[in-house]
C-alpha cells in the first residue's frame, strides 16, 4: 500500500541562496555611539571646525587667569561675619503731632463731677434707594359727591341735560316766520320824501400871492406907544473933530 502522504525531501545547501560573510558585523568598538557592550569604552577625541575670527567678539567668558577669592572653597564661601556701615535711614514722613495749644481741656467738665445727659441734632438721614415707600400726600380720599361710593349713602343728585328740538315748546310746527322774519318798507316809499342832506368833501384852500400873516403872528402886548411914559434919550454917533461947526448969525443990539 502506497503512502499517500507526500514525502518532504532534504535540501541541498549550494543550492540555497543566503548572506554572505560580509554581510555580518560586528558592533564597533570606537566612539561611544553603539559601542560593544562586550568591550569596554575607550577614552575618545574629536577634531572641531575652525571657529570663526568673530568669535571672541561673541565670547564674553573669563580666560583662564580670572581672579578667585580664597575664601571660596570646592564647599562654598568659607568666611567669618563681616559688617558694613550704612547710611541712615530717611524717615517716612514727618509726625503731625499737636502742640499744647491745639488741647481746650476748658471746654470739658472734670470727669468727676456728675452732669446731665446732652443730645446733639444730626442732619436728616437718607431715604435708602430700595425703600419706595410712598409719602401721606400720595393718598387720597375718594369724593363724597355722587352715588359712585359703595360705603356712603348718596344724596339724590340731577343733572342738566341739553334742550330737546322736538316735543319742546319752541318746536315750531308750523314752520312760519316769526314777526322779526319780515322787513320793514321805508316810509319814503309811501309817503313824501323827506328832506335828505350830504356831506361833501373838503374844499380846496385858496391860493393867495401875498403872504399875509396870521394872527398869531402879531403881539400887540408889546406895543407901548398909547402909554404914558417919561421922556428918553439916546447916544447918537461920534461926529468928526474936522467937522464944521453950524454958525449963525448973531443978534444985532
Same mark, same amino acid.
Given at each position: ?11 541541498? *545547501? *549550494? ?28 577614552? *575618545? ?77 444730626? =442732619? ?15 393718598? !387720597? ?20 341735560? =341739553? ?8 318746536? @315750531? ?11 320793514? !318798507? @321805508? ?67
Amino acid at each position: 500500500m502506497e503512502d499517500s502522504r507526500l514525502r518532504k525531501t532534504r535540501g541541498i *545547501a *549550494a543550492q540555497e541562496t543566503g548572506p554572505g560573510p560580509g554581510r555580518y558585523s560586528l558592533p564597533p568598538t570606537v566612539g561611544f555611539v553603539n559601542h560593544d557592550y562586550t568591550r569596554f569604552t575607550s577614552p *575618545a577625541h574629536s577634531f572641531h571646525q575652525r571657529l570663526n575670527s568673530s568669535l571672541p567678539l561673541k565670547d564674553s567668558s573669563p580666560g583662564p587667569c580670572y581672579y578667585v577669592e580664597p575664601e571660596v572653597t570646592r564647599f562654598g564661601r568659607a568666611r567669618g561675619p563681616s559688617y558694613s556701615m550704612l547710611g541712615r535711614h530717611k524717615p517716612p514722613g514727618l509726625l503731625w503731632t499737636p502742640g499744647p495749644g491745639a488741647y481746650s481741656p476748658e471746654r470739658f467738665p472734670p470727669p468727676s463731677q456728675h452732669r446731665p445727659p446732652s443730645f446733639s441734632m444730626g =442732619a436728616r438721614t437718607r431715604y435708602r434707594p430700595v425703600d419706595h415707600v410712598p409719602a401721606p400726600n400720595s393718598y !387720597t380720599l375718594p369724593t363724597l359727591l355722587g352715588p359712585r361710593i359703595p360705603s356712603k349713602p348718596s344724596s339724590p343728585c340731577f343733572t342738566i341735560s =341739553a334742550r330737546i328740538n322736538r316735543g319742546s315748546y319752541s318746536e @315750531d310746527l308750523s314752520k312760519a316766520p316769526g314777526p322779526g322774519g319780515y322787513s320793514t !318798507t @321805508d316810509p319814503n316809499v309811501y309817503l313824501c320824501r323827506q328832506p335828505a342832506f350830504s356831506m361833501l368833501g373838503r374844499l380846496q384852500k385858496p391860493t393867495s400871492t401875498f403872504p399875509t400873516p396870521g394872527p398869531g403872528t402879531h403881539s400887540p402886548e408889546k406895543v407901548t406907544v398909547h402909554w404914558k411914559r417919561s421922556p428918553s434919550y439916546s447916544l447918537g454917533v461920534r461926529h468928526s473933530e474936522y467937522l464944521m461947526p453950524l454958525i449963525v448969525d448973531a443978534a444985532e443990539w
